[in-house]
């Protein structure tokens, strides 16, 4: 027997290093060419790491949650005869969104509290307590009922009555209010995988850029037509929603606004404007947020984008979605959508310098011009949009004047389908 030591394979996109999320074999299993071993996670995805070689598995390096660096010892494998091995041996690899494991957690057991006994009555309910004033007789009906004599609050002198627990039935039957719930065990959960990942991304973010939001209300109501109309004749291509259109107008403003679709690598105290729109689209999935990226959105059309909408979401959901198409944004637009609420100040996809957030769309009267000199209050479709910038690339006036740009081509939605 030789012993193969199956280094951490180089994923690419210069990774340094990995988190170990899932091991799938432990020391004496025996492992297959090509079986999955284990699920590391580097960056915003997770990646399987076969086997490439047959044998039994002798040694692992590292737990859950701990982190591996690129050419250091993953696992040992015993296999049959000599084997040379060499520093670059690698694994083939698949990039996909796991799950996280759920932890196991042991239920708690409640701990029971003994009253002292009363000398009228031996035996009580063990969650009354004995320092309570009652009667036996009213001791023994609050124990028949399960009441817990300590929570019911005596009329006069102290001393506890049937009119008293007549009154605690009453308020917690309905004629007051029921507690909301009972409490459960807590959880102690270990943040590992996408969430650890979420987490340091977020931290880093907040802790490295001054963020500033700019918030602005836009009549969608004229949109909001067209896109109805162009649902109603588009045939067999994709629904539209009201994103492909946003994205489209973003696109069109940003080559007078470079300053929003840049990157800005603080370390070097270089900023990139991007000529492409490599659009991140902020994605809510069980295992938390992913941000698949939409590449050259400014070549799109709407129903491309659409499209190209629907399945990077569908894969970030089900797991399928590939390492390149969860890096190189150079711009993220994140939307709650029917949860969107009033108006948002979304976190910054570091290193990029900008996010935007549409919010809500709601509906509401408004003073609108009738043609002859006055106005009139007619129901209009109403959304803000918010965007947040990193302050020490983007001017608070330059941020404004996009939004304001945008507004213009939000209301006069003809605009977005010509040249």
């Given at each position: 027997?030789?012993?193969?030591?199956?280094?951490?394979?180089?994923?690419?996109?210069?990774?340094?290093?990995?988190?170990?999320?899932?091991?799938?074999?432990?020391?004496?299993?025996?492992?297959e060419e090509d079986q999955h071993l284990v699920d590391v996670m580097t960056d915003k995805a997770t990646i399987d790491?076969?086997?490439?070689?047959?044998?039994?598995?002798?040694?692992?390096s590292g737990d859950v949650g701990d982190t591996i660096a690129v050419g250091s010892m993953l696992l040992v494998i015993?296999?049959?005869?000599?084997?040379?091995?060499?520093?670059?041996?690698?694994?083939?690899?698949?990039?996909?969104?796991?799950?996280?494991?759920?932890?196991?957690?042991?239920?708690?057991?409640?701990?029971?509290?003994?009253?002292?006994?009363?000398?009228?009555?031996?035996?009580?309910?063990?969650?009354?307590?004995?320092?309570?004033?009652?009667?036996?007789?009213?001791?023994?009906?609050?124990?028949?009922?399960?009441?817990?004599?300590?929570?019911?609050?005596?009329?006069?002198?102290?001393?506890?009555?049937?009119?008293?627990?007549?009154?605690?039935?009453?308020?917690?039957?309905?004629?007051?209010?029921?507690?909301?719930?009972?409490?459960?065990?807590?959880?102690?959960?270990?943040?590992?995988?996408?969430?650890?990942?979420?987490?340091?991304?977020?931290?880093?973010?907040?802790?490295?850029?001054?963020?500033?939001?700019?918030?602005?209300?836009?009549?969608?109501?004229?949109?909001?037509?067209?896109?109805?109309?162009?649902?109603?004749?588009?045939?067999?291509?994709?629904?539209?929603?009201?994103?492909?259109?946003?994205?489209?107008?973003?696109?069109?403003?940003?080559?007078?606004?470079?300053?929003?679709?840049?990157?800005?690598?603080?370390?070097?105290?270089?900023?990139?404007?991007?000529?492409?729109?490599?659009?991140?689209?902020?994605?809510?999935?069980?295992?938390?947020?992913?941000?698949?990226?939409?590449?050259?959105?400014?070549?799109?059309?709407?129903?491309?984008?659409a499209a190209e909408i629907t399945r990077l979401a569908g894969a970030a959901r089900d797991g399928s979605a590939k390492?390149?198409?969860?890096?190189?944004?150079?711009?993220?637009?994140?939307?709650?959508?029917?949860?969107?609420?009033?108006?948002?100040?979304?976190?910054?996809?570091?290193?990029?310098?900008?996010?935007?957030?549409?919010?809500?769309?709601?509906?509401?009267?408004?003073?609108?011009?009738?043609?002859?000199?006055?106005?009139?209050?007619?129901?209009?479709?109403?959304?803000?949009?918010?965007?947040?910038?990193?302050?020490?690339?983007?001017?608070?006036?330059?941020?404004?004047?996009?939004?304001?740009?945008?507004?213009?081509?939000?209301?006069?939605?003809?605009?977005?389908?010509?040249?």
């Open positions: 027997m030789a012993k193969f030591t199956f280094n951490m394979p180089d994923v690419g996109e210069g990774v340094a290093e990995a988190e170990i999320v899932e091991w799938h074999v432990k020391p004496g299993d025996r492992v790491i076969e086997s490439p070689v047959t044998g039994t598995v002798s040694e692992v015993e296999i049959e005869g000599e084997v040379e091995i060499s520093a670059g041996d690698e694994a083939p690899v698949e990039v996909e969104a796991q799950p996280e494991p759920e932890p196991e957690t042991e239920p708690v057991a409640e701990e029971e509290v003994m009253p002292e006994p009363v000398a009228a009555e031996k035996s009580v309910s063990a969650k009354t307590s004995a320092k309570v004033l009652a009667t036996p007789a009213v001791r023994k009906r609050a124990k028949e009922l399960g009441i817990d004599l300590s929570e019911v609050k005596p009329a006069e002198d102290g001393r506890i009555r049937h009119a008293d627990l007549d009154a605690f039935l009453s308020y917690n039957a309905g004629g007051g209010f029921a507690p909301a719930g009972k409490a459960r065990a807590d959880e102690e959960i270990k943040v590992i995988g996408l969430r650890k990942r979420i987490a340091q991304n977020m931290a880093a973010s907040k802790r490295n850029i001054p963020h500033f939001s700019y918030v602005e209300e836009m009549d969608v109501t004229e949109l909001e037509k067209m896109r109805a109309d162009l649902n109603a004749n588009r045939g067999s291509k994709p629904k539209l929603t009201m994103l492909p259109l946003l994205i489209t107008a973003i696109c069109k403003l940003l080559p007078q606004y470079p300053m929003i679709n840049a990157r800005y690598d603080d370390e070097g105290g270089v900023v990139t404007r991007h000529g492409g729109v490599h659009l991140g689209m902020a994605t809510q999935t069980d295992n938390g947020l992913m941000v698949p990226v939409i590449r050259d959105a400014q070549s799109r059309n709407l129903w491309q984008l390492s390149d198409e969860l890096s190189g944004s150079t711009l993220t637009i994140t939307s709650l959508g029917p949860l969107g609420g009033v108006a948002t100040t979304p976190v910054i996809n570091r290193p990029e310098v900008a996010i935007i957030g549409p919010n809500r769309i709601v509906e509401r009267p408004m003073f609108v011009a009738d043609g002859m000199g006055g106005e009139r209050i007619e129901k209009r479709k109403l959304m803000n949009i918010s965007i947040s910038c990193d302050h020490r690339v983007v001017d608070g006036y330059d941020a404004a004047s996009f939004i304001q740009e945008l507004k213009k081509l939000v209301e006069t939605p003809v605009l977005l389908l010509g040249e």
